[in-house]
């Protein structure tokens, strides 16, 4: 089975992805489940010997496929293929861009492709509703179409602005109004994105005065980097390293951080 994933909405889709891994979790054990980077040099070995082995107690196995678009289409579609009608292998990508023409059967039958377009208007006020209950926020409509005209097109930013509102209204009233959200930090956030390219400029200088800018806003080095880390692509295994190191206390986010401008 092919389940293809893509779009330009980064954080619903890589959503749908985490749920997909977790919903076979649930089910089957890890033993299951693999992920397969495919800039990597030696992916295809280790590929071939999950899809070949039938382990005792575990008949179905997940393949989760990254950067599966760095690699040769025609060679990509060859392996995938024979896939395409399996039970007992399902293999999930996640990209951005729709597949090229020798890749176009990700978006046919048997193959399941899900779309991830930039929400906007009712359905993006929706979705903010939506991901504020699971934060155990209520919000009113005109603070919801307030951040769906600040966050438009860029549904990581918004869910991660609502954490943090999550993080700031007390349990006894998780209500979110219009007025709660007249903080500069909201209504500067065009200007803030256009900042925050400057991370992805290659003079190291900009890099580090741009770096050094959101440090002076307050803006926490964690949300830096997983908004980073979201727009990642092909260096997604360098920020995955990184995620580990400060989870196990070997550095921290601003550490990581300064190092990324320097590099």
């Known amino acids: 089975m092919l389940i293809f994933l893509y779009g330009p909405d980064d954080y619903r889709r890589i959503q749908k992805k985490?749920?997909?891994i977790a919903e076979f979790l649930k089910k089957r054990s890890e033993i299951g489940l693999r992920t397969f980077d495919l800039a990597a040099r030696d992916w295809f070995d280790g590929?071939?010997?999950f899809s070949r082995s039938e382990p005792l107690?575990?008949?179905a196995k997940l393949a989760v496929f990254?950067?599966?678009?760095?690699?040769?289409?025609?060679?990509?579609?060859?392996?995938?293929?024979?896939?395409a009608g399996t039970r007992s292998l399902t293999v999930l990508l996640s990209?951005?861009?729709?597949?090229?023409?020798?890749?176009?059967?990700?978006?046919?039958?048997?193959?399941i492709p899900q779309k991830f377009e930039n929400l906007t208007g009712a359905e993006l006020v929706g979705f903010i509703g939506a991901e504020a209950k699971q934060l155990g926020l209520r919000i009113a409509m005109p603070a919801a179409q307030f951040l769906a005209q600040v966050y438009a097109g860029n549904s990581w930013a918004l869910a991660t602005e609502l954490e943090k509102l999550a993080t700031l209204k007390a349990a006894a009233n998780p209500a979110i109004e219009r007025k709660d959200l007249d903080m500069p930090d909201l209504e500067a956030a065009p200007n803030y994105w256009a900042l925050l390219s400057g991370l992805k400029s290659p003079d190291v200088r900009t890099?580090?005065?741009?770096?050094?800018?959101?440090?002076?806003?307050?803006?926490?080095?964690?949300?830096?980097?997983?908004?980073?880390?979201?727009?990642?692509?092909?260096?997604?295994p360098q920020f995955a390293e990184f995620d580990f190191m400060v989870k196990s206390g070997k550095l921290d986010y601003e550490e990581v951080l300064v190092d990324l401008a320097i590099s």
């Open 66 to 83: 990254e950067n599966a678009f760095e690699i040769d289409a025609p060679k990509l579609a060859k392996i995938l293929k024979p896939l």
């Open 95 to 111: 990209e951005r861009d729709k597949p090229v023409k020798a890749l176009g059967f990700l978006l046919e039958k048997p193959a």
């Open 207 to 236: 890099r580090l005065s741009t770096l050094e800018k959101l440090f002076a806003m307050g803006d926490a080095p964690a949300k830096i980097f997983n908004i980073l880390a979201a727009q990642a692509g092909q260096k997604i």
């Open 57 to 59: 107690f575990e008949p």
């Open 18 to 20: 985490r749920g997909l």
């Open 47 to 49: 590929f071939d010997e």
